[in-house]
């Protein structure tokens, strides 16, 4: 899934498909949001504007910041309580970014299909779908109204 936003790099991808497992980590049967490839549906959607590449940007520089100050290797390479502080640390000091990065996680995840599979969901089906017919009694109290216009 891209349109060629390709607006962050390797190691940022990395760092985010960690970050990502941490927010939502796998628990068999279900996998880890990072590992569903939510860093590249997060970077398609940072890529669409500018604000969100910018608050993208500047956040993901925070958290590589944050990581370097626990261990030299990264993000991924730190003890899930390392990670857990790491992130509470950039929620804390880039609550904007945090959010956004959060929402976009729950999106990039709540709407794979693997994951609806899972859940047990699935999109119904347009070809099934009836709509009851339309009570015209119910636009009565508007036409007993009148004309609430001028006419030009």
Same mark, same amino acid.
């Given at each position: 899934m891209t349109n060629g936003n390709?607006? $962050?790099?390797?190691?940022?991808?990395?760092?985010?498909?960690?970050?990502?497992?941490r927010i939502i980590p796998a628990?068999?049967?279900?996998p880890g949001a990072g590992?569903?490839?939510?860093?590249?549906?997060?970077?398609?959607?940072?890529?669409?504007?500018?604000?969100?590449?910018?608050?993208f940007g500047e956040g993901l520089a925070q958290l590589e910041i944050a990581a370097a100050r626990r261990g030299?290797?990264? $993000?991924?390479?730190?003890?899930?309580?390392?990670?857990?502080?790491t992130l509470r640390?950039?929620?804390?000091?880039?609550?904007? $970014?945090?959010?956004?990065l959060v929402r976009q996680c729950y999106n990039s995840y709540y709407t794979n299909?693997?994951?609806f599979d899972l859940i047990g969901y699935s999109l119904p089906?347009?070809?099934d779908y009836?709509?009851?017919? $339309?009570?015209e009694s119910l636009l009565e109290p508007v036409r007993q109204r009148g004309q609430m216009w001028r006419p030009v």
């Open positions: 390709g607006i $962050f790099t390797r190691a940022q991808r990395e760092m985010l498909t960690a970050v990502l497992n628990q068999d049967p279900f590992d569903l490839g939510g860093a590249q549906v997060v970077e398609e959607v940072a890529g669409n504007t500018a604000r969100l590449r910018r608050l030299e290797a990264g $993000f991924a390479e730190l003890s899930p309580v390392e990670q857990d502080d640390q950039v929620e804390a000091e880039r609550p904007d $970014f945090f959010r956004e299909p693997e994951v089906d347009p070809a009836r709509p009851l017919p $339309f009570d």
